[in-house]
């Protein structure tokens, strides 16, 4: 009796605009090549890239978190220099909300997610036509806003890929135990919308972000 066909969907979440080139690379010759070499195995592979496919009139945050949860436990997540687009009324960028609904939400549990970032040399030669193209202003709210969002997913532990993002943002990582630090400063740590979640998830890790709350 023949293997039943298999359909494994992967989820591309990245910031739009600066990433363009990696996103078509993808598109165009990572995944047919990936298709290609898993038809022998009956694996159907899916690749879900939200550049086009959600109209205006949709809630573009409510389709991102429902095609996720399509897509799980597969999530690839590319980042550069830039947060990303808020929609009005809200804090977080949809980038953002996507690693928070499809990884940092699952800490543990969150199966094959992967993180790719830019080098942050590669993004700083990059030439800008209009301010925040390709990167956020140096110590502007988005700026740190992802800087944490990125330290968030690294577990508290610091690959040097990671750890070369956060130097270039200025982003000071201390290890401390959180019993070192005045209250005030804990509490904080704790309700920060983008570090709560690890925080409250792995209470006795000790790594700190600290200007990212500041």
Known sequence: MAEAWKTVRVFISSTFRDMQAERDHLVRFVFPKLREELLPRRI???DVDLRWGV??????????????????PRFL??????????PPGREQSITAAEVQHGVLDRLGTHGHAFFYFRDPQAT?????????????????????????????????????SVAAFAQARGVRVISRPLSTLPSAMVQRLRTSYYL???????????????????
Not at 133 to 158: C, D, F, H, M, S
Not at 197 to 202: A, N
Request: aromatic share 6%.
């Open 77 to 86: 997540c590319m980042l550069g220099g830039r947060y990303g687009w808020v």
């Open 124 to 160: 700083a030669a990059m030439v800008e036509e209009t301010p925040g193209e390709y990167r956020e202003p140096e110590g502007t709210p988005n700026a740190q806003k992802l800087a944490a969002l990125v330290i968030a997913y690294a577990g508290w532990t610091l690959s040097p």
């Open 196 to 214: 709560s979640t690890p925080l409250k998830k792995h209470p006795q890790r000790e790594k700190i972000v600290r200007r990212a709350v500041e």
């Open 55 to 72: 109209t205006a009139e949709q809630d573009s945050l409510q389709v991102c978190r429902e095609i996720i949860d399509e897509c799980r």
């Open 44 to 46: 159907h592979l899916v």
